[in-house]
């Protein structure tokens, strides 16, 4: 800090230069800490989302392994990896983005995961039905598991967000300002010791005067 | 705009999703070969989704959070638990908000 105080020059002109930064920097500091009390609200309404989204997908998903492992011991494994090898396989996620507080965010829709029997593309003659349940739970599951994604996404994104905030704030909080004041400070000081040293070179020159006459 | 599916996981996790109609599917066997396929699907065009099983992404390690962290808006990268059910002791979200909230992380314990 004494580095920086060093380097300012003592007048009447870097007072007020220094006045209008000070204010500058605090403006900024307080909106950028309305900013990031505002995404740590939309970051927890997100994260309690995920914790919803996570236990139904995640339990879809565990259900999903279930229907696999039935279908492959009630049809043979190697027949239920052909038959994924036969599936159509051909599912679209619709990616748009949005922005959460001026962060973009991708947004992830699918359209018709749950297929019918006919558009999963396997041949019906050849494989048992729980094939058919597997697919359906399967299918369930990966419509889950994209919100998830969405979920988990925007929450890296605004945490992301979040972290510069705070560099900024603290950059602000804890370096600028205090050196700004610090300076102003200095030159304050300064001058009203200029003041004061002017004033008994006055007085002093006086006397002189006086004792002169 | 669309995007296709992809998957890396082992046999059973790309089966049934490939079943559901994930349109790219890797199967697990090599570190390297798994490293090379997740960096060509991250740099595809046209892919949204990558699903990786948690045991996988353990394995590839900081590889994998250096090709996580490194990569476009697109495609997401998800993590999901395999067969076995097998979910990381720490929860990577937990340690982003260790990191970003500091202290207030006591209210994830009520959000699940």
Known sequence: ?213 | MSFKVAVIGDVDTTTGFALAGASYVHVHTKKEETLAKLSELLATEGIGLVLITHSIAEELGAEFRRAIRTKKLLPVVLRIPDKTGYMPAVDELYDLIKRTVGAEIVVRAEGG
């Open chain 1, 1 to 213: 800090m004494a580095a920086a105080v060093a380097v300012v020059t003592p007048t009447r002109m870097e007072l007020l230069k220094l006045k209008q930064r000070v204010s500058l920097a605090q403006r900024g500091h307080d909106l950028l800490r309305e900013k990031m009390d505002a995404l740590v609200i939309e970051f927890f309404e997100i994260l309690r989302r995920i914790g919803e989204a996570r236990t139904s997908a995640l339990k879809q998903l565990s259900q999903a392994y279930r229907a696999l492992s039935i279908c492959s011991a009630i049809m043979g494994t190697i027949e239920t990896r052909q038959a994924s090898k036969e599936a159509r396989r051909e599912l679209e996620v619709e990616v748009s983005t949005h922005h959460v507080m001026g962060i973009v965010v991708p947004t992830l829709e699918v359209e018709k995961v749950e297929r019918s029997v006919l558009d999963r593309g396997y041949s019906l003659y050849t494989t048992s039905s729980v094939l058919d349940d597997a697919s359906r739970e399967f299918e369930k599951a990966l419509g889950l598991l994209v919100k998830l994604a969405e979920l988990e996404e925007s929450a890296r994104a605004i945490a992301r967000e979040l972290e510069k905030t705070k560099r900024r704030v603290n950059a602000l909080e804890y370096i600028l300002i205090p050196r700004l004041r610090a300076a102003l400070k200095f030159i304050a000081m300064r001058l009203d010791e200029m003041e004061r040293e002017n004033f008994s070179r006055l007085k002093r020159i006086k006397a002189m005067l006086e004792a002169g006459a």
